[in-house]
RNA sequence: CGGGAAGUGGCGCAGGUGGUAGCGCAUCUGGUUUGGGACCAGAGGGUCGCAGGUUCGAGUCCUGUCUUCCCGACCA
């Protein structure tokens, strides 16, 4: 095994997936396009669902759990949701196996077959709605603010670790409202959850905005999303929020009592974020030399690496390490001591850069006489030396300040990497050579878009929210427009 | 699903015109080491993706198939 990542200069794909298998965040499986996240990875994913979760929780939501498989004919019942899904799902066929006459092993039993085939849920806004219609009579009913986490399928032709798998994880908000205005309100409330945490936590700034007609979600009036850039100037989506209207109540008949005793369908949205989000976190602030992780989202905030000669040396920097581990804690900060006699310093040193570790402190017999000790920041890597009094105080400190460092970084790099663009031969040009955010005027259909797709594989990424208006002309067609949109390539 | 490339110990690779598999890293043992991926000595580990075929003989040639990666279309 090599012993650095490929440069992301140099391919940049290829430095994200040597990243993520080098930094032990997941592998690819035996299984076509279906990942293994490993212990390291998976505990980075907790740490997002365990504040999001909270945030949920915050704003009224509580969890539940529908099933992963949905019978067939739920798909047929939402048109637009059908078209959108039907070509990447797996579909359930059988329900038994049998020996093979022939000795091969086991094949399908023939005569197991289903009389209706199961979807395995690409989505589950038909099956919850037509649960929902069981839960919901009367307007005392509503609203219905549920969550669920669970693991979806979608068929993927061509997939990459976190950013497309077949099957992954994530969390989906199905909310059920008796006005209009109530179920928008719940939509944003719920954008504002996400690019809250997305910029606080992860450290990585999103624009907040509206997908256009095209890159609406399947059956949805209103798709909010937050986009990010990546460091190849790339857009992903980190987040979206519909607003279903009264789409799904409709296709499954949910209907309420109003206080003055007349039926009205309920308004839906729903809401999501999944394991892509730990593809934006690589891609935001990683470097050359490995993973970059936000304190908030470390499994371990600070690594301790004894330097020692021989065990005498090693019990003596036991005492400081486990007495400033303590303290360390006592102060809210995750820690861990790595005395592994089996790697040398410079081993773990490179080790814990690749995974991320915001901060790492290294004793040494160098250290015992001074009473100091060698701090080294991941995201600088930068090394100074503290005295052992004050690291438990220090430390928090410096993780609040490399939080913020990271997340004001990010934003420089998306500063730096957003135009605003008048010409169309300068449009070409940037999504050409020089890829990032393009705020350009565009004439609002949906032919132009396509054909700016078609040119040059750039898409709008949104519509961002409390827009300025501004007159000027579009810049394919030089149409008016009243408004800039966002244009980059996406993931 | 279209176009490319590749499948050989755990990982990365080498194996002109066919002759019975090798290197680096990793692993294990012993010793010396330990402030940025240590060193020396020794050891273990592969039915060469799978299935057919050609041949006295196939990692190598032929056919099929599966998988992975890259580039497109689709998508969170």
Request: net charge negative.
């Amino acid at each position: 095994m090599g012993k650095h990542l490929t440069s992301r200069e140099q391919d940049y794909s290829k430095w994200y997936n040597e990243l993520v298998v080098k930094a032990d965040l997941a592998q690819t499986s035996a299984v076509r396009g279906a990942m293994v996240i490993k212990p390291y990875g998976f505990a980075i994913w907790e740490r997002i669902q365990a504040d999001l979760d909270k945030r949920f929780k915050e704003t009224g939501h509580m969890n539940a759990y529908f099933p992963l498989f949905i019978p067939k004919s739920y798909f047929s019942k939402e048109a637009s949701h059908v078209e959108g899904f039907a070509k990447e799902c797996a579909v359930v066929t059988h329900y038994r196996l049998m020996d093979d006459p022939n000795g091969n092993g086991v094949i399908v039993d023939p005569s197991a077959k289903l009389e209706e085939e199961l979807i395995v849920r690409p989505t589950s806004e038909t099956i919850i709605w037509n649960t929902y219609k069981d839960w919901i009579q009367s307007y005392r009913d509503l609203p219905i603010l549920v969550n669920q986490w669970a693991n979806v399928v979608r068929w993927e032709m061509r997939t990459r670790l976190f950013l497309r798998t077949s099957e992954f994880l994530w969390q989906e908000g199905h909310t059920a409202h008796a006005t209009k205005q109530e179920a928008i309100a719940e939509a944003e409330t719920m954008l504002d959850v996400y690019s809250t945490f997305v910029e606080e936590v992860m450290a990585i700034p999103v624009l907040r905005g509206v997908k256009t007609d095209g890159e609406r979600f399947a059956g949805a009036l209103e798709t909010y999303c937050i986009e990010a850039m990546m460091q190849d100037g790339k857009a992903l989506q980190a987040g979206t929020s519909h607003f279903l209207g009264q789409n799904f109540a409709k296709a499954f008949d949910v209907k309420f009592q109003t206080k003055e005793g007349t039926q009205e369908y309920v308004w839906a949205t729903s809401w999501g974020v999944s394991t892509r989000l730990m593809g934006a976190l690589i891609m935001t602030h990683s470097d050359d030399n490995g993973l970059i992780l936000p304190p908030k989202l470390a499994p371990y905030q600070v690594v301790i690496v004894p330097i020692y000669r021989g065990q005498e040396q090693l019990d003596e920097i036991s005492v400081v390490a486990e007495k400033l581990m303590r303290e360390l804690r006592d102060n809210g900060v995750t820690v861990k001591y790595d005395h592994r006699d089996t790697h040398k310093p410079g081993w773990k040193f490179n080790q814990y850069e690749l995974q991320g570790v915001p901060v790492r402190i290294a004793i040494g017999p160098k250290d015992l006489e001074k009473g100091t000790v060698e701090v080294a920041r991941r995201d600088t890597l930068t090394k100074s030396f503290m005295d052992q009094s004050d690291v438990s105080t220090a430390i928090p400190a410096l993780l609040d300040e490399i939080q913020v460092a990271l997340f004001e970084k990010a934003l420089k790099f998306r500063d730096d990497h957003s135009q605003t663009v008048d010409t169309w031969e300068e449009f070409k040009d940037l999504m050409k050579n020089n890829p990032g955010f393009v705020y350009a005027h565009w004439d609002g259909t949906q032919e132009t878009e396509d054909k700016i797709k078609e040119l040059t594989k750039a898409t709008i990424r949104c519509i961002p929210l409390n827009n300025k208006l501004e007159d000027g002309k579009c810049i394919l067609t030089g149409q008016p427009s009243t408004q800039r949109v966002v244009f980059a390539k996406a993931y």
